[in-house]
C-alpha cells in the first residue's frame, strides 16, 4: 500500500504525532526547534506521498498513513514485512460479559476491542504471552488464559491492504475488574453499542464458549 520508508526525522515525528491522535495541527505537527520553512518541506513531502491529507481540523493519516503506521514499531517507526502476531484476551465475568479496552493509537484509534498485545519472540508458548500481556496491559498476575482459537484478520480501504494481524485468541473468567476511562464490561448482545475494531464482535462470538479450538480467517473492506 505504500512504496517507500519515512527515514527523516522530522517526517517521523509528524508521524508519530498522528499515531496517538485523529487530527493534528500544524502547530502540534512540528518538533520543538524545527525550522519552520523545513518543516513545512517535510509535511508537504508526506501529503505529496499520501501518508496525511489536509482537512479543516488540521492533518490526519490517510488510509496509506494508517497502513503504515500498522506496520511499524511504535516506539522507532521501523517497518515491519510481515503480518502483526498478537494474543488477544476475551476475559469474562460469571455473568458473560466480556472486558472491552479502547484504543488509544491509530490504526482504529478510539474503537473498541478486546485486550492484547504482541506476540514476543522470546514467549515460550502462546499462553504465556497471553499471561504476560494480561500482566501488561490489565495489571493482572496468576492468570491462565486458555488459547481458544486463531483468526486472521485483514483489513482493505478500497481494495487496497491496511493491516494483516494473526490473532491467538485466548479466553478466562474473572470475578470482578474495575472499569475506567479506557476499560468496560459490555455484554455481548450489546456490543453493537460500541464503535468495535475489525472483527472484534465476530471473535467474541466464535470464541464465547470455547468448547473446541477455532481458526478463521475474516476480511474486511472499510
Known amino acids: 500500500m505504500f512504496e517507500q520508508e519515512i527515514t527523516h526525522h522530522i517526517q517521523k515525528h509528524i508521524i508519530s504525532v498522528l499515531l496517538y491522535q485523529k487530527t493534528a495541527r500544524f502547530s502540534e505537527l512540528r518538533p520543538p526547534r524545527a525550522d519552520t520553512n523545513l518543516f513545512s518541506y517535510h509535511l508537504k513531502l508526506l501529503r505529496k506521498n499520501k501518508f496525511i491529507n489536509k482537512i479543516d481540523r488540521g492533518y490526519t493519516l490517510t488510509p496509506v498513513g494508517l497502513s503504515y503506521v500498522d506496520r511499524v514499531n511504535a516506539d522507532k517507526l521501523f517497518v515491519r514485512h510481515q503480518p502483526k502476531m498478537i494474543t488477544m484476551l476475551l476475559v469474562q465475568d460469571g455473568f458473560g460479559n466480556v472486558l472491552l479496552q479502547q484504543r488509544t493509537k491509530q490504526p482504529y484509534i478510539d474503537t473498541w476491542t478486546l485486550p492484547y498485545g504482541k506476540v514476543h519472540i ?15 496491559k490489565l495489571g493482572l498476575e496468576g492468570v491462565k488464559p486458555r488459547h481458544v482459537g486463531d483468526a486472521y484478520i485483514r483489513v482493505k480501504v478500497d481494495g487496497a491492504m491496511l493491516s494483516s494481524t494473526l490473532v491467538h485468541v485466548c479466553r478466562f473468567e474473572l470475578h470482578e475488574y474495575p472499569e475506567a476511562e479506557h476499560i468496560r464490561w459490555c455484554a455481548p448482545l450489546k456490543l453493537q453499542q460500541y464503535e468495535l475494531a475489525p472483527a472484534v464482535e465476530t471473535i467474541v462470538a466464535r470464541s464465547f464458549f470455547g468448547d473446541e479450538f477455532f481458526f478463521d480467517e475474516y476480511t474486511v473492506e472499510l
Not at 522470546?122 to 501488561?136: I, L
Open 122 to 136: 522470546d514467549d515460550e508458548s502462546v499462553q504465556v504471552g497471553a499471561m504476560r500481556e494480561a500482566y501488561e
